[in-house]
């Protein structure tokens, strides 16, 4: 148990440094930063509040998300996945591992394998790979979400709202995000019941 909990400390440790640098590229992401003007415009659809433009937003980034621009890459992401929602779980870490191995700048292999390592209990791995996906795409709200819902699990409670906080930055429509903004800020008041 000393053992799970000096990974987690030093995973938290290391993470509390790099949070910081992550939410100051956060705020200083400039147009063009990502898949071009089409991906910086579908971010700022996005983050309106209002209409339903958000929803064909949403599914544009995580399409071109997806792309890792190889064929063979994309199939793996989708192996990955399909493994991840059968619950093999060590199927699923072998894939995404494939694909990060290969494709070490696609975002997406990292956080669908921290996706895959927290399913399966291994946080300090799982965090590391988000580190790595947002050092990517600064702007991948998935990954903050799920960073989120670790920090949160692990009882890093102040850590996981400015995670969700961040990811809510972005996508504000995130419905995982705000239950885990609301859980946690009615944590923080005493009125969670």
């Known amino acids: 148990m000393n053992a799970i909990r000096l990974i987690f400390h030093s ?31 579908a971010f700022a659809r996005l983050a309106n509040p209002e209409g339903e433009g958000w929803r064909i937003a949403e599914s544009d980034i995580l399409r071109e998300w997806s792309r890792s621009g190889s064929p063979a890459m994309d199939l793996l992401l989708r192996r990955g996945e399909t493994a ?27 956080q669908a394998r921290a996706a895959a390592y927290a399913m399966d209990g291994q946080f300090g791995p799982a965090l590391e790979d988000i ?32 995670a969700y906080r961040a990811s809510l930055a972005i996508h ?22």
């Open 172 to 193: 504000p429509h995130q419905q995982e995000a705000i239950d885990g903004q609301a859980r946690l800020e009615r944590r923080r008041t005493g009125t969670d019941i």
């Open 84 to 110: 991840l929602d059968q619950g093999d779980l060590a199927g699923a870490i072998g894939h995404l591992t494939a694909l990060t191995d290969h494709a070490p700048d696609f975002a997406a292999g990292f």
């Open 11 to 41: 995973a938290v440790t290391a993470l509390r440094h790099n949070l910081l640098t992550i939410f100051l590229v956060l705020a200083s992401v400039m147009p063009g930063y990502a898949a071009g003007q089409g991906l910086d415009d």
């Open 131 to 162: 580190r790595r996906a947002l050092s990517l795409e600064p702007r991948h709200f998935a990954a903050l979400t799920q960073l989120g819902a670790m920090l949160e699990e692990m009882g890093e409670d102040d850590r996981a709202l400015a």
